[in-house]
């Protein structure tokens, strides 16, 4: 029989020893072989010349120092001693270029103006370039793949379409009808079709097919080798709906192609050759160049554009070198000092560490003491000091957790357990830190949503759902510093991530009037302190005023009626608030948003439960919009191409198990018939310490922990309660299922230690 419960140790959750990483049982890799702090910068402002880098330790990081100088050295710096900001390098970004695949390339004139409405939608002329034959030909050669998803409704657009041809570059962008054309979106294609039905062809799925948004409201795909097409949509909203189609197929013919590296197939098919599953291409239309032969790079907008062009250009990398340099969180740390040796009575310099983790507020005490030391010795010995001491940081037994082990930790109640103790030997001195063991890559820092919650109350819920549907957010934080304002901003991507992922790849904690690039990118977060950023109203979709703590909704944004999901908004937020009151902590309101985000999700996916068929069609058709919406943007397309990828590693083979946990949870009353399949299920897919691990994680404590399963221990049929016990008894054989177990309450926990001597004195007839 288990060990009785006093004479072992409590543990909750996954335990991770303060000495020796308990469920690490491969070397560390990833991370904790590479540099801590990849480069060290410091600034200052300079009378005469303004902003400036004075140094990049050990090298330069690869960034326009101007641009860099914008970013460390924040507005109102001289009226304050001390400031603290964020800010990332190496963003991925899909709005400057193509991918490319070969070095050879086409360039891309800047974008066409946007055509004056036209006296008559039925009035066309048409160029010896832009017959309707050339388009077929171009998309007649283009290969289906064969991945399918499931059928919905297609979708109707309109936008006025261009076209470029490398065989025409010449002609730069050709437009293909005076008029809007007819976009029918479809899971298998985009039918493109002119009012007077002078145009009709279509964009399939290719192996060669990608996109980027070339300006706001101007979207290109390659459709072909060296053709491309431009889309000009009247609003953001049909333009991010266009978009997200086109990324999902993306996501899907790289998944389909991971596949099949990984079940030994060739990558692709050659030039000419028919892609596996894929109809073949018309021989009489087949393109002059095979789809790999050229790629396309985006130039910079329009010079009308001026604010952004300037920086693009200073800016602008091929994500073929982005993809060479890692994603980089950036922290800087600014301080004033008062002297009289100053021409204006202060000198004023800020130094930053750019490290490829997240949690970088670590650092925070060691960038105090060398900016201090470099006031009194200003030389970039200082930033070598530094930099080797951080970097000297000792983590060979840092446990390297996966998001299963990462789930179970961070819903543990023992707070200690969740970092990893370490050393950083500065000025002779051993200081202790704890690097967090359970973040996501999203979750930058220490910044709490309680803060959040606490400034804007209900309007939370507009800012939640903004990120949601992919809006332009702005904190505006006029009079207060960058640093309040960075909160906010990171904050905000806390409270859907996970699930979500790669918001922070559209953050921008802290900008200026400085640095605008920020507008391109569609449905970014960002922080200001400048009131001018108020003033303009097509700058941003919802605007959160830091000094007021209002949340304001664009006015072209207003609707007449108010969302039917708000009243579901309006009791969540009742449970967070109930929460914050009675002084539950940041993970714990954390957990909540992030746990609502996961209720939407599922609901998207068709993979939720409900207590009951009539629950579930009334909270469907409540949230129905919301979810429409956001199947249209990025952030979805990116969370079905990760659920795919988590499906192909996942150690339950069985994509049933984590919706059966629900359905426990959920549903009273399940007929004895389905427990006993349910618990049949979880038996014959879970055996494994992986797979155990894996099942651990769909139990979070936020939801109970193992209650869910650990009711069937009273269930009056022995049947399940002797799965019940089985289940237990395998999940007790690792730590981690141990700590869930001896986390049970004391009523749930004796039921266990009962069943069990029970069933071993009296063994299945069976």
């Given amino acids: 029989p288990r060990q009785s419960r006093c004479s072992r140790v409590l543990h909750l959750g996954l335990c991770v020893s303060r000495s020796a990483p308990l469920m690490a049982s491969a070397p560390p890799t990833g991370p904790s072989l590479a540099k801590h702090v990849e480069y060290i910068l410091l600034s200052e402002f300079d009378v005469d010349v303004g902003s400036k880098i004075k140094h990049q330790y050990p090298q330069p990081c690869g960034v326009d120092e101007s641009l860099l100088a914008e970013f460390m050295l924040p507005d109102g710096a001289h009226k304050r001693d001390d400031d603290w900001t964020v800010f990332f390098l190496h963003r991925k970004d899909t709005t400057t270029t193509i991918a490319p695949r070969k070095s050879s390339s086409i360039a891309i004139p800047p974008t066409p103006p946007a055509p004056a409405p036209s006296a008559s939608s039925n009035t066309s002329t048409s160029s010896p370039s832009t017959s309707s034959s050339d388009l077929n030909t171009v998309n007649n050669s283009l290969a289906n793949a064969s991945l399918k998803t499931t059928e919905s409704a297609p979708i109707k657009l309109e936008a006025f379409i261009y076209k470029f041809s490398e065989n025409e570059e010449d002609q730069g962008w050709v437009m293909l009808h005076p008029d809007k054309m007819a976009l029918t979106i479809t899971q298998q294609e985009v039918t493109i079709q002119s009012g007077d039905q002078s145009y009709d062809s279509k964009i399939l799925q290719h192996p ?37 189609h086109i990324d999902q197929w993306v996501a899907e013919l790289d998944s389909a192609k991971s596949q099949q590296q990984g079940e030994g197939e060739a990558p692709s098919a050659e030039a000419g050759d028919t892609a596996p599953g894929s109809a073949p291409a018309s021989p009489s239309h087949s393109p002059s160049h095979s789809p790999s032969s050229s790629t396309i790079t985006i130039a910079p907008p329009a010079a009308d554009h001026t604010t952004t062009a300037t920086i693009a250009t200073t800016t602008t990398t091929t994500n073929a070198e982005a993809a060479s340099k890692p994603f980089l969180y950036c922290l800087n740390f600014l301080n004033n000092q008062k002297t009289d040796t100053a021409r204006r009575g202060a000198l004023v310099r800020t130094i930053a560490i750019c490290c490829r983790h997240q949690y970088i507020h670590i650092y925070k005490p060691f960038m105090i003491l060398a900016l201090q030391k470099y006031y009194t010795q200003p030389s970039i010995d200082v ?13 060979t037994t840092m446990p390297q957790l996966n998001d299963n082990e990462k789930m179970i930790l ?6 200690q357990r969740q970092a990893y103790p370490t050393t950083i030997t500065y000025f002779g001195k051993k200081m202790n830190v704890y690097l967090p063991l359970s973040t996501f890559p999203d979750e930058v820092g220490d910044y709490k949503v309680i803060t959040l919650v606490n400034k804007f109350g209900p309007g939370v819920m507009t800012i939640f759902n903004g990120l949601l549907q992919h809006k332009r957010i702005l904190f505006l934080g006029y009079g207060s510093n960058a640093g309040e304002v960075c909160n906010f901003v990171l904050a905000t991507l806390s409270m859907v991530c996970p699930p979500l992922r790669g918001l922070v790849h559209r953050a921008f904690p802290y900008t200026n009037l400085c640095y605008l690039d920020f507008l391109n990118v569609p449905g970014y977060i960002t922080g200001v302190t400048n009131p001018m950023f108020e003033e303009h109203q097509e700058w941003w979709d919802i605007l959160c005023n830091i000094q007021t703590g209002k949340v304001i909704v664009n006015p072209d944004l207003v609707k007449d009626e108010p969302d039917k999901w708000a009243q579901y908004d309006n009791d969540f937020m009742a449970e967070v608030q109930s929460t914050i009151a009675t002084h539950y902590g940041e993970d714990k309101v954390r957990s909540l948003f992030q746990d609502y985000m996961q209720h939407l999700a599922d609901m998207t996916m068709d993979e939720e439960e409900w207590a009951d068929d009539q629950t579930r069609m009334t909270e469907l058709e409540a949230n129905r919009g919301r979810l429409d919406q956001w199947r249209r943007t990025p952030s979805y397309a990116t969370y079905v191409k990760d659920r795919i990828a988590r499906t192909k590693v996942s150690f339950i083979r069985d994509p049933l198990v984590p919706r059966y946990v629900r359905r426990l949870r959920k549903r009273r009353g399940l007929p004895e018939a389905e427990v006993l399949r349910i618990y049949q299920a979880f038996l014959d897919g879970i055996s494994t310490e992986e797979q155990l691990t894996e099942f651990l994680a769909c139990l979070p404590e936020a939801n109970g922990g193992l209650y869910p399963v650990a009711v069937s221990l009273f269930h009056s049929s022995e049947a399940v309660r002797r799965l019940a016990v089985e289940l237990f008894r395998r999940l007790d054989s690792i730590q981690a299922g141990s700590g869930f177990i001896n986390g049970l309450n004391q009523f749930l926990f004796l039921a266990y230690e009962r069943n069990l001597r029970l069933f071993e004195e009296q063994p299945s007839s069976s």
């Fill in 208 to 244: 060669e097919l990608e996109y980027t948004q070339l300006e706001p409201l101007f979207s290109v795909v390659l459709v072909s080798s060296g053709v491309a097409l431009g889309f000009r949509f009247n609003n953001e909203e049909e333009e991010a709906t266009f978009l997200t």
């Fill in 410 to 415: 961070r819903s543990s109640n023992d707070v």
């Fill in 383 to 395: 930033l070598a000091e530094l930099y080797n001491a951080l970097n000297d940081m000792p983590v």
